[in-house]
């Protein structure tokens, strides 16, 4: 176990995706190596799986979707261009207009309530949407309104990449940050996904300067390798 374990806040995203990814994060929460959980309401998973998840003491944030119509596709990772083209037509259409998303995500935080009884520990969103300023204006509204004092942000910044995902967020996230500052929520000091890390030894053994939420998706066979050697 790396020696600044105490510092990493490890996610898993995509629980509900799929039930390999269902099966991947229970083995890593009940082995100790996760700390919190993103949980898609949407998804697919089992009253025994949630049951387990509900029972580790884990937190369990809410993974946000935007598209109701959507279906999980398991094993695709669409890239960074793709995904911007394909939100940019779907700004044009009714169903993004941030009234529906604003419904939308209430739905859904409702809807976790209803599985577990209680609100999420935090939220988040599928493939960073919630970074998109108009959305990040409702998602602290509504984590105000529901008393969720947690959101993935990266209060202080996110860790450097030379990946696409971090240059676009990189941008979104200094337009989001006046919004964040005003809201009072709480956040960890920096935010990495594991797949932005090119050399996971070397960046472990950096010492961080405060907290860092690493998000990882189990479901990935070379994240899930990842996460077993060095965490």
């Given at each position: 176990?790396?020696k600044?374990?105490?510092?990493f806040?490890?996610t898993a995203?995509d629980f509900?995706?799929?039930p390999r990814?269902?099966?991947?994060?229970?083995?890593l929460?009940?082995?100790?190596?996760?700390?919190?959980?993103s949980?898609?309401v949407?998804g697919?998973?089992?009253p025994?799986?949630?049951?387990?998840?509900?029972?580790?003491?884990?937190?369990?944030?809410?993974?946000l979707?935007?598209?109701?119509?959507k279906k999980?596709?398991?094993?695709?990772?669409?890239?960074?261009f793709?995904?911007?083209?394909?939100?940019?037509?779907k700004?044009l259409?009714?169903?993004m207009?941030s009234?529906?998303?604003?419904?939308y995500?209430?739905?859904q935080?409702?809807?976790?309530?209803?599985?577990?009884?209680r609100?999420?520990?935090?939220?988040n969103?599928?493939?960073?949407?919630?970074y998109?300023?108009?959305?990040?204006h409702?998602?602290?509204k509504?984590?105000?309104?529901?008393?969720?004092?947690?959101?993935r942000?990266g209060k202080?910044?996110?860790?450097?990449?030379?990946?696409?995902v971090?240059?676009?967020?990189?941008?979104?996230?200094k337009?989001?940050?006046p919004?964040?500052?005003?809201?009072?929520?709480?956040?960890?000091d920096h935010?990495?996904?594991l797949?932005?890390?090119?050399?996971?030894?070397?960046?472990?053994s950096q010492e961080p300067?405060g907290?860092l939420?690493?998000?990882?998706h189990?479901?990935?066979?070379h994240?899930?390798?990842?996460?077993?050697?060095?965490?």
């Amino acid at each position: 176990m790396n020696k600044h374990r105490k510092t990493f806040v490890l996610t898993a995203d995509d629980f509900g995706i799929s039930p390999r990814a269902n099966k991947n994060i229970l083995a890593l929460v009940k082995a100790k190596k996760i700390d919190r959980v993103s949980l898609m309401v949407h998804g697919a998973f089992t009253p025994q799986e949630l049951e387990k998840l509900r029972q580790s003491g884990v937190k369990i944030d809410l993974h946000l979707e935007n598209d109701p119509k959507k279906k999980h596709r398991q094993g695709i990772k669409e890239g960074a261009f793709l995904r911007g083209v394909l939100f940019s037509l779907k700004l044009l259409s009714r169903q993004m207009r941030s009234g529906f998303v604003s419904l939308y995500w209430e739905q859904q935080i409702d809807q976790f309530h209803a599985l577990l009884g209680r609100y999420p520990d935090g939220l988040n969103s599928h493939q960073h949407i919630h970074y998109f300023p108009p959305y990040f204006h409702l998602l602290t509204k509504l984590a105000q309104k529901k008393e969720i004092s947690f959101i993935r942000f990266g209060k202080v910044a996110l860790i450097p990449s030379n990946t696409s995902v971090y240059r676009i967020l990189f941008w979104l996230h200094k337009k989001d940050r006046p919004t964040f500052l005003a809201s009072h929520l709480q956040s960890t000091d920096h935010l990495v996904s594991l797949d932005w890390i090119k050399d996971l030894p070397i960046f472990l053994s950096q010492e961080p300067s405060g907290s860092l939420e690493i998000v990882c998706h189990p479901e990935r066979k070379h994240e899930l390798e990842l996460i077993q050697k060095y965490f």
